[in-house]
């Protein structure tokens, strides 16, 4: 016969009586269920937590707070809605983060095409420069050249270096300002016969200043004639805007007056002409036959930039990221920048101007002060006065309030020879 087995109560510990329970108490916690815990007052002393902190976490007198006829939503359920709620979250960040890398890439991709100028700028020291103006806008320096040649010499598919001591004088020089809001433009023409100091050579035509030393001194020279910081630089060729304009499809110039023939100058018939690159390549260069000479053949020159822009403006492609990718892909075969423009900064100032429509864009030449024959050169000089204030409302940011108090400056309007 087995032995009882010994008691486990000791002398000094009798059995406990479970006391009797309280009418209507509550049933108590299972073991594996938290015990409830006193909510912290609400701020509006009305007690219990606060509704909306979280996705996952149920509203008072939500599910759990159950109405007549309804229990406790079941574990389970709750953890799908979790489950669900956070991927939907994972795919749209995967989403966001998927077209902002896409664009980023685009950016990177079709900018790094664009060919950068090494040296571009004055080697002088700040203080014989002028001093940068804060939140005032965007200046750029646009050089065109003219080398009468079917080889590149700007651009992604150049087969010349962009400059070469003595071998080419630029043809075009233009102050781009572009103001700090991104709400105006202004683009203002230097003739390139205009008499100026040249750093290091004395007095000579602006176009000179290229051709002697390159990107760095036309922007110092042109820094020290106006007394505006240049923050970028830009050179394309005639023949790189050849290509540009095919690429956009030709544009469309108005001739307000039949143009007759004059030796190398062609004929224009009156009328508005959709031009390709060829013909717009003949349009910009001539100036024989115009009789304001190559003060004409400026305007000409903003004429086709405005019909250039106003192309660009009309398909949308500012306005849309891919197609601006194109656009900047074409705009790098044919220009040069400086190397301090970086692929986010030229797509950004792309981007920039997206808001902006014709009539926030002006043109005008520099204030012109007559013709003269200086060291046996017909040259083109500037009128003093009203070429400070203008480059003081350019210095400034203050180019709309400029056009407003001298309306009947050069600008240009519809009627271009």
Known sequence: MDPKPESTDTPDTPHAEEPPRPPHAAEPPHADEAPPTEEPPRPDGSGGRAEGLSLFEPRAGGAEAAGPGRGPEPPARRRRTRRVLLWTLSALLVLVLGTGGALFWAAEHYASSVTRIPDAFPTAPESAQPRPVPASGLNLLLVGLDARSDVPTTGSVAKAPVWQEGAARSDTMMLLHLSEDGRSASLVSLARDTWVDVPGHGKAKLNAAYSWGGPALMTETVQNLTGIRIDHLAVVDWNGFRALTD???????????????????????????????????????????????????????????????????????????????????????????????????????????????????????????????????????????????????????????????????????????
């Open 247 to 417: 690429a956009v499809g030709g544009v469309d110039i108005t001739i307000p007056r039949t143009i007759e023939a004059a030796g190398e100058a062609r004929a224009w018939e009156a009328g508005t002409h959709h031009m390709d690159g060829a013909q717009a390549l003949l349009y910009v260069r001539e100036r024989y036959g115009l009789p304001g000479g190559d003060l004409d053949r400026t305007k000409r020159q903003q004429n086709f930039l405005r019909a250039l822009m106003l192309r660009v403006m009309d398909s949308g492609t500012l306005a849309s990221p891919s197609r601006l990718g194109g656009l900047l892909q074409s705009v790098g075969e044919v220009v040069s920048v400086d190397d301090r423009l970086s692929n986010t900064d030229l797509f950004q100032l792309a981007w920039g101007l997206r808001s902006l429509r014709a009539d926030d864009v002006r043109f005008m030449n520099a204030p012109f002060g007559g013709f003269d024959t200086r060291d046996g050169q017909s040259v083109v000089l500037l009128d003093e006065r009203p070429a400070a204030q203008l480059w003081e409302a350019m210095r400034n940011d203050r180019m709309p309030e400029y056009f407003q108090e001298h309306r009947a400056g050069d600008t240009l309007g519809s009627d271009v020879d």
